[in-house]
């Protein structure tokens, strides 16, 4: 079975300073995917970013990206240019074929973001 | 257009009594995954739906029901409820599911309290 592991349980970065969240996983599958989903007090989970496991270039949207090392199964999740805005619990993700393509979540990461 | 909208947002019930929680999808998105959320347990994938059929079902027992109707629509049945019930219940839509090329979106969802 997958697991995945969020070893963080609280984080803390000032604002415009910038964090990284991390997050490990254990699969014996080769093509599989990694998420991270952000999830404000309103409780609706939002996706973050995205990374295909055959994609050796770490994805990146904005001020978020990760830094994916298949071989120590690890996808850190960097803020950079942090916002008040992005104080959440982040969520790590993985999915693949062999579980139909269900999400399978790491505990979470509660983010603080102070003025 | 409008989001994942899940009724209600708030619910009380006694144990041993059953539960309908309701999950209406994206317009035009035909696949609908329900998963539960506790503090000990974290988020854990029940089951998903996909053109009135169930397409994957996560590790629960089954006292845990859904239905989807023709519009796509999503129904969660929770019956004889156990006071470890008590869970944030989130649904999540996406245009087929079954893939990870369509992001999933999800609802606020419904808070259930078991008493």
């Given at each position: 079975?997958?697991?995945?592991?969020?070893?963080?349980?609280e984080?803390?970065?000032?604002?415009?300073?910038?964090?990284?969240?991390?997050?490990?996983?254990?699969?014996?599958?080769?093509?599989?995917?990694?998420?991270?989903y952000?999830?404000?007090?309103?409780?609706?989970?939002?996706?973050?970013?995205?990374?295909?496991?055959?994609k050796q270039?770490?994805?990146?949207?904005?001020?978020f990206?990760?830094?994916?090392?298949?071989?120590?199964?690890?996808?850190?999740?960097?803020?950079?240019?942090?916002?008040?805005?992005?104080?959440?619990?982040?969520?790590?993700?993985?999915?693949?074929?062999?579980?139909?393509?269900?999400?399978?979540?790491?505990?979470?990461?509660?983010l603080?973001?102070?003025? | 257009?409008?989001?994942?909208?899940?009724?209600?947002?708030?619910?009380?019930?006694?144990?041993?009594?059953?539960?309908?929680?309701?999950?209406?999808?994206?317009?035009?998105?035909?696949?609908?995954?329900?998963?539960?959320?506790?503090?000990?347990?974290?988020l854990?994938?029940?089951?998903e739906?996909?053109s009135?059929?169930?397409?994957?079902?996560?590790?629960?027992?089954?006292?845990?029901?859904?239905?989807?109707?023709?519009?796509?629509?999503?129904?969660?049945?929770?019956?004889?409820?156990?006071?470890?019930?008590?869970?944030?219940?989130?649904?999540a839509?996406?245009?087929?599911?079954?893939?990870?090329?369509?992001?999933?979106?999800?609802?606020?969802?419904?808070?259930?309290?078991?008493?």
């Amino acid at each position: 079975a997958q697991t995945v592991t969020q070893s963080q349980p609280e984080m803390s970065v000032q604002e415009a300073e910038t964090v990284t969240l991390s997050c490990t996983y254990d699969t014996s599958e080769s093509d599989y995917y990694l998420f991270w989903y952000k999830q404000p007090p309103s409780r609706q989970m939002i996706l973050v970013i995205r990374q295909e496991a055959y994609k050796q270039q770490n994805a990146t949207e904005n001020r978020f990206s990760v830094n994916f090392q298949k071989a120590a199964k690890s996808f850190s999740l960097k803020i950079s240019d942090s916002q008040l805005g992005d104080a959440a619990m982040y969520f790590c993700a993985y999915t693949a074929s062999n579980s139909g393509y269900a999400l399978n979540f790491g505990k979470g990461t509660s983010l603080l973001v102070t003025p | 257009k409008a989001g994942v909208t899940q009724t209600p947002r708030y619910l009380i019930k006694t144990r041993g009594q059953q539960v309908t929680l309701s999950c209406s999808p994206i317009s035009g998105h035909r696949s609908v995954s329900w998963y539960q959320q506790t503090p000990g347990q974290g988020l854990q994938f029940l089951f998903e739906y996909f053109s009135e059929t169930q397409r994957n079902k996560g590790n629960f027992p089954g006292r845990f029901s859904g239905r989807q109707f023709s519009n796509s629509r999503s129904e969660m049945n929770v019956s004889t409820l156990e006071l470890g019930d008590s869970a944030l219940y989130l649904c999540a839509s996406s245009l087929v599911g079954g893939t990870v090329n369509t992001e999933a979106f999800f609802g606020q969802g419904t808070r259930l309290t078991v008493v």
